[in-house]
């Protein structure tokens, strides 16, 4: 699919900035094409970024992170702010086919034009989805979307990532979505900031409980995503964390933090994307491998000399 | 911690190859400590590897695998095979506190001299769980362990590279696992090979059913891990997956493929750690990062000159 180049760098800035629809669509394409030009882009806008309030929600596939965020969408609208919406969950209705429910109240969202909502997929990143994500991210904060909700499963190194750039992590849970709240208290799964649940859950409170450490307690909000049963107090709990993080100084720390751990994703997922290039296109690579194969050299002495060759690495 | 260099390259081998428990237990201790001497041990050993079976058990935290490898250990002992496990989850009951029943389970294979059980630290490898857990795999492989249970939760890149080097991989699944469920149904986790659940699940069948192009239909085994009910009908299946792959020469194929994905995802991990370390020692590299905290530089910008200085990639 040839990208028709009807923007120049300039004018899909400019057009970026304005917040027209058209630019933004384009924009994220190109981040999602690794294409030169959104990577050209982005480098002139980050200088404005940085005004965005990125609000992650994460939770089990299925448990209804975009019923829920539909309807955040819905309440901060009611404020009049603007809003920007990425999804990377590949179960998501915003992504896929969706119930009838969740279609319905997705449209009225598609036909605000203060609010742009974009899936991205999930494959063909030269950084990951870490790099797609927090690219586009950065497009609809330069765009002057007030606040950004990046929607994605909780678990997986790649998602980790994505979620790593939020200011804010809500997590969802369901009666039955036990899985998650094992993974909360094996330590798989990070603290989040506000947990939406549509029950209480022991458990939960029992797990967040063991990290007395922390300054800010995550909340736990009873929440129920389809019929919108208290999602302004779940938001309400967002803006005390928000202004929790701002009153101590923290926002700009994590920001900072978070920030680095983006660079260090994208750079570790560029590493090994390359990796994996240089081992198929060198046939001296390839018989390394072969030999692992074979039994001959063991695994790890063809990792060294395979760093070695593609990153002029030695005994890393 | 200093470890005590009663073992030399020669003596801990031979060790090794005799099957001696401290010969073993010292071997997986320096593949932990990422000891040079691990390196050259297992460098040394893996021209005889090969023979072990690799049976992967996944599934969430707190499922129950720990108790389920425990009686199909007791299932396979009666067939006079030697085993090996290795446990990178965090809350197996193999790693830390557990349930009195499981404890009295797995004190019987411990004192089992054919059975060795090791759980492996989730920090501090230098190229991550994948690297030390396929370093273990291989010790016990040239210990002469028939049979290697690999116990890890399902979720988790980490996760997903640990697992891959199984040659069967068993999901244990429980009522109200749905978020393991949903990351099937998502294409999140990948289709297992054999599935041990307390009752048919009909959600687990029609994920299944989607993927109608397996020449291997992956069986369903109604187990209680706790009673050891079905256990023996679950070992069957493995045993049919690992006839199936045998019979149709796929066994070496997905032998080669699995070396290929460690030797990747061993080499990546380094890299990424190479990364961090250059990035902290480097006061031009510490520089760039803080450029892209004060959003003077892009995220992307700054990606692209470590790589260039890091691994000395350019356009990567």
Same mark, same amino acid.
């Given at each position: ?5 009807? *923007?120049? /760098?300039?004018?899909?800035?400019? $057009?970026?900035?304005? @917040?027209?629809?058209? &630019?933004?669509?384009? %924009? ?87 609010? *742009?909502? /974009?899936?991205?997929?999930?494959? $063909?990143?030269?950084? @990951?989805?870490?790099? &797609?994500?927090?690219? %586009? ?33 809500v997590l969802v849970l369901m009666p039955g979505s036990g899985d998650s709240i094992q993974a909360l208290k094996a330590g798989i799964m990070e603290i989040p ?78 590493a090994k994307a390359h990796l994996e290039r240089a081992v198929g296109d060198d046939p001296e690579l390839r018989r390394l491998l072969g030999e692992v194969q ?23």
């Amino acid at each position: 699919m040839a990208a028709r180049r009807d *923007f120049t /760098r300039e004018s899909l800035a400019a $057009g970026v900035r304005a @917040g027209d629809r058209r &630019a933004l669509a384009r %924009a994220i394409t190109l981040v999602e094409n690794s294409d030169p030009l959104a990577y050209e882009v982005v480098r002139d806008l980050y200088p404005e970024t940085g005004s965005a309030y990125v609000v992650g929600v994460t939770g089990p596939p299925g448990v209804g992170k975009s019923s829920l965020i539909s309807t955040l969408v819905r309440h901060v609208r009611e404020q009049n702010r603007s809003v920007g919406v990425i999804t990377v969950d590949p179960s998501s209705p915003f992504s896929q086919g969706a119930l009838l429910g969740d279609r319905i109240r997705l449209a009225d969202h598609f036909l605000d034009p203060e609010v *742009f909502i /974009r899936s991205m997929g999930s494959r $063909g990143h030269l950084g @990951g989805l870490a790099e &797609a994500s927090l690219q %586009a991210m950065l497009v609809l904060d330069a765009a002057g979307k007030e606040l950004v909700f990046l929607e994605t499963v909780g678990t997986g190194q790649g998602e980790v990532e994505v979620i790593g750039i939020a200011d804010t992590v809500v997590l969802v849970l369901m009666p039955g979505s036990g899985d998650s709240i094992q993974a909360l208290k094996a330590g798989i799964m990070e603290i989040p900031d506000v947990i939406a649940a549509k029950t209480m859950l022991n458990e939960v409170r029992s797990v967040l409980s063991l990290d007395k450490e922390r300054a800010w307690k995550p909340p736990i909000v009873l929440t129920e995503a389809l019929s919108g049963e208290n999602v302004p107090e779940l938001w309400e709990k967002v803006e005390q964390h928000r202004a929790f993080l701002e009153g101590e100084g923290l926002l700009e720390q994590r920001r900072r933090e978070n920030l680095a751990g983006e660079v260090f994703a994208v750079a570790s997922a560029r590493a090994k994307a390359h990796l994996e290039r240089a081992v198929g296109d060198d046939p001296e690579l390839r018989r390394l491998l072969g030999e692992v194969q074979s039994r001959k050299l063991d695994p790890l002495s063809a990792v060294r000399e395979i760093m070695d060759k593609v990153f002029k690495v030695s005994g890393a």
